[in-house]
Every structure is written in structure tokens, then in C-alpha cells.
């Protein structure tokens, strides 16, 4: 078994945005000179944001985040893999094209250190999900033929028409 399930990674993810939206509420300076951000920006070429800790757009932001939590939170709860299997996937994609017009760009409300230390971030749980959720859906269907394989086996044998008789 692994040590990393994706629901685990999904959690961590959850609880890792609930931090950035309270830290965007209370003290909005602590993320915008977070090291990381700040080592991100600049190993990138990108602008570092410079911010006041009473700009309203960290509210707004803070309440997008935390709707992406909830958003999260219900089929994690619910255990819909489904879900998971055909968003991870697309959010993959979004935030990869985002992170390059981050880097290609020079249009700074978008092309900042806090965006791409965000996308950074995002690409790499992101993916960590989508690798164990294949995972996961490997070892779901060797359990399932292991479990099965007696009937499939019979069905596909029911099912073979020999060639060339008269029919």
C-alpha cells in the first residue's frame, strides 16, 4: 500500500488552502514575504508583489479560495473518485498553461510571484493526486479481476463463436 493516498494528498491540499485563505484574512504580508514566494519570483524573473495589508482584493481572494475548499471538501468526504479522476487532470492542464503565460508574460497582475508560487504549488499537489489516483485505480482493478475473474472468464467464453461453420 502506499504511503500517500490521494484522498491524504487531497486533505493536505484542503488544509494548505484553508491556511492560505486565513493568512490572506489576517496578516496578508506573511504569504506576500514568505520565502518561497519570494525565492519563486526571483529564480523566475518575475515581479514581487508589493502589497498593503488592508487591500480589499485579499478578501476577495480569500473567499475564492475558500469556495475551491469547499468545492473539494464534499466529494473528498463523499469519497467520489470519479470526480477526482476527471478534475485533476483538467486542473493539471489549467494550471501548467497558467504558470507558462506566467513566465512568458509581462502583464504583472497575473505575472507576479504570488501566482506563480500558488500555481507552483497547485501543479505539484495536483500532481502528486493524479499519480496516486492512478495508482489507486490499478490496484482497484487487479483487486476486482482477482475477485471476478472466474465470471469473466466464463462470459467471454460464452460469448466466442467458432468461424467458418455453417451457420
Known amino acids: ?12 491540499r484542503l488544509a494548505g488552502l ?5 493568512f490572506l484574512l489576517k496578516k496578508p504580508q506573511i504569504l506576500v514575504n514568505a520565502n518561497i514566494t519570494v525565492l519563486l519570483g526571483r529564480a523566475m524573473n518575475l515581479p514581487i508583489v508589493q502589497a498593503t495589508p488592508s487591500n480589499p482584493l485579499f478578501g476577495v481572494l480569500a473567499v475564492a479560495i475558500a469556495l475551491l475548499v ?12 470519479v470526480y477526482f479522476e476527471t478534475l485533476v487532470p483538467t ?30 504549488l497547485e501543479i505539484w499537489l495536483n500532481f502528486l493526486v493524479f499519480n496516486n489516483l492512478r495508482d489507486e485505480k490499478y490496484y482497484r482493478a487487479k483487486e476486482y479481476l482477482e475477485t471476478h475473474g472466474a465470471e469473466l472468464r466464463e462470459m467471454a467464453d460464452a460469448q466466442v463463436m467458432p468461424i467458418g461453420e455453417d451457420r
Open 91 to 120: 486542473r493539471l492542464l489549467f494550471f501548467f498553461v497558467l504558470a507558462s503565460f506566467c513566465l512568458v508574460s509581462d502583464y504583472a497582475v497575473v505575472a507576479n510571484n504570488l501566482v506563480f508560487s500558488y500555481l507552483f
Open 18 to 22: 484553508t491556511c492560505v485563505c486565513f
Open 1 to 12: 500500500m502506499q504511503f500517500l493516498t490521494a484522498k491524504t494528498v487531497l486533505y493536505v
Open 70 to 81: 469547499v468545492g473539494d471538501l464534499v466529494p473528498v468526504l463523499a469519497d467520489n473518485v
